[in-house]
């Protein structure tokens, strides 16, 4: 078993979903968590874990954490020696997933609200891997740009389409990896 399906193994969804739908964490679909928000697809958070390559030891941004399921994956993907930091522009949701995350007894992993007008933690940058679970409409230079200038990794989804950044210095590399739809970043 991969690293990425034995993360999701012990962390379950159903601690990162509202009560009334706990019983849907098998569902391989997205599950509303409020605020016009979603528990990404299983399926799909697993596709984009393993695009973005987590080793051990990394420090880890997690842009759209909502729930903080994904910045839980993370943190165990990184383990103890790395360091993760999950944003959420959503007040409410931010604090809910602050709470949730606390239960999974990582504390090399946070999750904070996001700054109006600032896209991701800059301050805290850069970082080996960016995860994004939310839809812009063009690649955010701002996140590419708090990349590790060597083999920094961004997965994001843009205009229904998931890419891959691999950041090399002041270059950049983007492929392409299938057709999908997320919640607009906000």
Known sequence: ??????????????????????????????????HHQTNSQPRTVAEMLRLLD????????????????????????????????????????????????????????????????????????PYDRILVSAEPDRLPGELVAQLDLDGGILVIPVAGEMLRVVRHGDEHEVTRHGRYRFVPLV
């Open 54 to 125: 987590v080793r051990a030891g990394q420090r880890a941004l997690d842009v759209g954490a909502g729930s903080g399921w994904t910045t839980a994956l993370l943190a165990r993907l990184v383990g103890q020696t790395g360091e993760v930091r999950g944003v959420e522009i959503v007040p409410e949701l931010a604090q809910w997933g602050a709470r949730n995350l606390a239960r999974t007894d990582q504390p090399w992993a946070s999750l904070l609200e996001a700054e109006p007008g600032v896209l991701g933690l800059p301050a805290h940058a």
């Open 1 to 34: 078993m991969d690293a990425v399906s034995t993360a999701m193994r012990e962390v379950r969804r159903e601690g990162f979903l509202r009560r009334a739908d706990r019983r849907r964490a098998d569902y391989d679909g997205p599950l509303g968590i409020g």
